[in-house]
């Protein structure tokens, strides 16, 4: 199938997982983020974590309006998608449609869970993990920047957030290689 072709079908797909996103997955209850919080205890050793988020690009052909917005570091046309996965990489949340240029940071802010996250996480003791593209914030824990002086706590702080948060990495790259292989027969 012509990139293009491919581009515009999974634009479609996502356009329309976003449509029925709310039943097709639910933000988890109290009692399931309490259980998430264990599991990811359990295995990483990180505390009060109830998710994981990171944003992908979805390639697109170049719009024929503002193509220069949908332009990405990648070099490509893109749109956005954010998403939020539990620790058995189940997809909690999602978020597309952002131009290709949007850092992961204002996607999140523009997102209905960057409005709501506040009201929607246990309580404010807990969070979700993400990567340095997205701002710390009481309920978005970000590893420390390394700036060549960080202590040895905030070392093994990055080093356990990085291997918790590779959740959602790997979810992302599941939801990649599912599409390619049940949509299109590649790989």
Not at 37 to 42: F, G, M, N, P, T
Request: one cysteine or more; charged letters at 25%.
């Amino acid at each position: 199938m012509e990139k293009s072709s491919v581009s515009y079908v999974f634009h479609e797909i996502c356009g329309l997982i976003a449509g029925c996103r709310y039943e097709i997955m639910k933000w988890p209850t109290r009692d399931e983020h309490l259980k998430t919080a264990a599991q990811i205890r359990s295995r990483y050793h990180f505390p009060n974590c109830v998710g994981f988020i990171d944003g992908c690009h979805i390639e697109i052909k170049a719009p024929a309006n503002n193509p220069t917005d949908f332009y990405n570091r990648k070099e490509t046309h893109s749109i956005i998608l954010q998403a939020v996965c539990d620790d058995s990489l189940k997809l909690v949340d999602i978020y597309i449609g952002q131009t290709g240029r949007a850092h992961d940071a204002g996607v999140f802010r523009e997102s209905p869970l960057g409005d709501q996250i506040q009201h929607i996480i246990v309580s404010e003791k807990y969070h979700i993990l993400a990567d340095s593209g997205y701002t710390l914030n009481m309920n978005i824990m970000t590893p420390y920047k390394d700036d060549g002086f960080l202590t040895d706590a905030e070392v093994k702080y990055n080093i356990i957030h990085s291997k918790a948060r590779s959740t959602i990495e790997r979810c992302l790259g599941l939801l990649k290689t599912k599409f390619e292989i049940e949509v299109f027969g590649n790989k």
